[in-house]
């Protein structure tokens, strides 16, 4: 699946039962989610597990100029906010709504 934050699109990938609590693969600096697939394979058993790739790897389609530190927060919300988590801890920034 496919996720537009801004100038970007943002590759995400699921596994586990969809109504089951769910892990968000966050990764480092610049990851691909293939990073997540070994502990994803054992956790996906019990948990929604959802990775994605940053800006500037795997599948995500992005400027390279637009590669920082808050746009990768702005993905990580994105991403949150199109997934429809309702618990998210640490989460930075609210979900905008969508008009």
């Known amino acids: 699946m496919f996720v537009t934050a801004g100038d970007a699109t943002i590759f995400t990938i699921a596994f586990g ?46 400027p390279i100029a637009s590669i920082s530190f808050d746009t990768l927060v702005d993905g990580m919300v994105t991403l949150t906010c199109s997934s429809r988590l309702s618990q998210l801890t640490g989460s930075p ?5 969508q008009r």
Request: charged share 10%; aromatic share 12%; net charge positive.
């Open 17 to 62: 039962p969809p109504a089951a609590p769910t892990i968000l693969g966050i990764g480092g600096w610049i990851g691909s989610w293939e990073l997540w697939a070994q502990p994803f394979s054992q956790l996906s058993a019990s948990w929604h597990t959802i990775a994605y790739d940053h800006r500037g790897s795997g599948a995500t389609i992005a």
């Open 93 to 97: 920034k609210p979900c905008r709504t």
